[in-house]
């Protein structure tokens, strides 16, 4: 008969030290934290550091080539005493507060039509979204053709109505150039307005316009007292999205008129293109954008209160 080892144990002494494992939550807490760590990373090193840089060239006489100095305030007041500075203020503001009025109208016009049950709703609503969709330079291209005072689409159409005894220079007089760089932007940018009220207007319940129908609401009555309404955070959302894309937009004015003619188109982010890139003063240009970015704030929240009150109104 074969004897069988007998295992034997072997008393450890102890070292006066124990190792103690994380808790499950402690880990997954250390395991959130480590996910986050490249979305961090991305948003420090994408946004926080170019805007904090973008605000330390302001104070600098940096040019492309150059080390740069810190000048202090030498670049802001000579901005500010720049006469392209006050073109450019003024016409930001009037691109911005124009084309978001035009925007807002067409597209609630638009929305309206596309929420009543006609014949091709459903391809409307896909083929609503073509201007949005298209490159932004080739919308701006067709429009810069469409313009022209020669071989445009526009001139040869009003001329063989009548309405015009020449053509007209749409992008080179100073009376038509701003009205046509923000008809441009409008017809590219008005789908999303569009199709955002369009979304809203599909959550308003029908029972609700029933009703009103019953009590003899007109149409306008049932548009101010229900559909406006039921729409006041998007229209929030969307004026504030847009505001802040419009006030920053870049491709129409290059595109279409490069500021001109006389600085008649001169937008703020036109000017700084102008300072950082053609001329190289990279501390200048700095500046322009850090004096916009209080207004640009002022303006935004201007319109969020302003729509904050209607809706708790």
Do not use: C
Not at 282 to 299: D, R
């Amino acid at each position: 008969m074969a004897i069988r080892p007998r295992s034997i144990d072997v008393a450890i002494p102890s070292q006066g030290w124990t190792v103690r494992r994380p808790s499950s939550r402690a880990r997954e807490e250390l395991w959130g934290k480590a996910l986050l760590l490249p979305t961090v990373l991305m948003l420090v090193g994408l946004v926080l550091y170019p805007f904090f840089y973008a605000i330390w060239l302001s104070f600098t006489d940096k040019t492309v080539g150059s080390v740069g100095q810190f000048v202090g305030l030498k670049n802001f007041r000579y901005v500010i005493a720049w006469p392209q500075f006050s073109a450019a203020l003024v016409n930001t503001f009037v691109f911005t507060v124009s084309a978001l009025a035009i925007k807002f109208v067409v597209g609630m016009a638009v929305a309206l039509v596309l929420n009543q049950q006609i014949r091709g709703r459903n391809f409307f609503r896909a083929f609503l979204l073509l201007p949005w969709v298209m490159p932004a330079f080739v919308v701006y291209l067709v429009w810069r053709w469409l313009y022209d005072p020669l071989s445009g689409l526009l001139n040869h159409a009003l001329l063989d109505l009548g309405l015009v005894a020449g053509p007209i220079a749409f992008l080179s007089d100073r009376s038509t150039a701003m009205v046509s760089v923000i008809i441009a932007h409008s017809w590219r940018a008005f789908p999303f307005f569009a199709i955002s009220f369009l979304a809203g207007m599909q959550t308003i319940a029908q029972e609700l316009y029933d009703a009103a129908q019953v009590d003899g609401a007109s149409r306008w009555q049932q548009f101010r007292h229900i559909t406006l309404p039921g729409l006041y955070h998007i229209i929030g959302v969307v004026l504030l999205l847009s505001t802040i894309w419009t006030a920053n937009a870049f491709e129409p004015v290059y595109l279409l008129t490069g500021g001109g003619p006389s600085d008649a188109t001169m937008v703020y982010t036109m000017l700084v293109y102008v300072m950082g890139m053609v001329n190289l003063r990279l501390g200048e240009a700095a500046a322009v954008s850090t004096l916009f970015l209080p207004l640009l704030v002022a303006l935004v929240l201007a319109v969020t209160i302003l729509l904050q009150k209607k809706a708790d109104a």
